[in-house]
Structures are given as structure tokens and as C-alpha cells.
């Protein structure tokens, strides 16, 4: 499975992107989806998931309410809309493909995408 994150850029606090993931090679449909997100100096952090039946998600407390994550199987593309951007936002944000478990453990990711840079100014 290949994964190209895209949707990244600078954007005032309060401002919202939409984060888009495809992948090629394996629909990712039967497996759980991720997005995570890393600042400098910082451990990858488990942004939010899509369970591998698409039936359950999850969200981070610092992302709830805010972050939306949604697919479309047709696409293969999972997206991660982010609204009310704040500037601890700012990070390099990727996409994950988790096989065997929930998509929310960096360890345990199967497939990563090429981050996205997001930045958000105050």
C-alpha cells in the first residue's frame, strides 16, 4: 500500500484545512486507517482513526470536536478535516495504514504516507 498525504499549508488560528490521504496499490478499506502528527522535539502522536470495519472512530482529547475524520472507499482516500486551528496544531501530519490492529499506535503501523506540513500562526 502506498500512501500520499496531501492539504498541508499555513493557516491563521481559527482557520480550518482539510487533509487528504490516497493510497494505491491495496484498497485500505479492510484495514484501519490513522492520522498522526508530529512537532519538533516531539513523539508521533495518534491524531485520529478509522477502525478497520469503518464502524468506530477515534479522536484525540486535544482534537475532539474540532477534527473530523471521514473516507470514501470508492477513492480510497481517507480525509481529516480540521477546523478552529490552533497553533499547537502545528506539525508534520501523516496518514497510516494498520493491518492487524486499531490505528492508533505508531508501532504498530504498517504502511506510512509522506507527511504534510501543517502550520498554523497565531
Known amino acids: 500500500v502506498q500512501l500520499q498525504a496531501s492539504g498541508g499549508g499555513l493557516v491563521q488560528a481559527g482557520g480550518s484545512l482539510r487533509l487528504s490521504c490516497a493510497a494505491s496499490g491495496r484498497t485500505f478499506s479492510s484495514y484501519a486507517v490513522g492520522w498522526f502528527r508530529q512537532a519538533p522535539g516531539k513523539e508521533r502522536e495518534s491524531v485520529?482513526?478509522?477502525?478497520?470495519?469503518?464502524?468506530?472512530?477515534?479522536?484525540?482529547?486535544?482534537?475532539?470536536?474540532?477534527?473530523?475524520?471521514?473516507?470514501?472507499n470508492a477513492k480510497n482516500t481517507v480525509y481529516l478535516q480540521m477546523n478552529s486551528l490552533k497553533p499547537e496544531d502545528t506539525a508534520v501530519y501523516y496518514c497510516a495504514v494498520d493491518r492487524w490492529s486499531t490505528g492508533t499506535v505508531a508501532s504498530r503501523v504498517d504502511y506510512w504516507g509522506k507527511?504534510?506540513?501543517v502550520t498554523v500562526s497565531s
Do not use: H, L, M, P
Open 48 to 72: 485520529a482513526a478509522f477502525s478497520w470495519s469503518g464502524s468506530a472512530t477515534y479522536y484525540a482529547n486535544s482534537v475532539k470536536g474540532r477534527f473530523t475524520i471521514s473516507r470514501d
Open 115 to 117: 507527511g504534510t506540513q
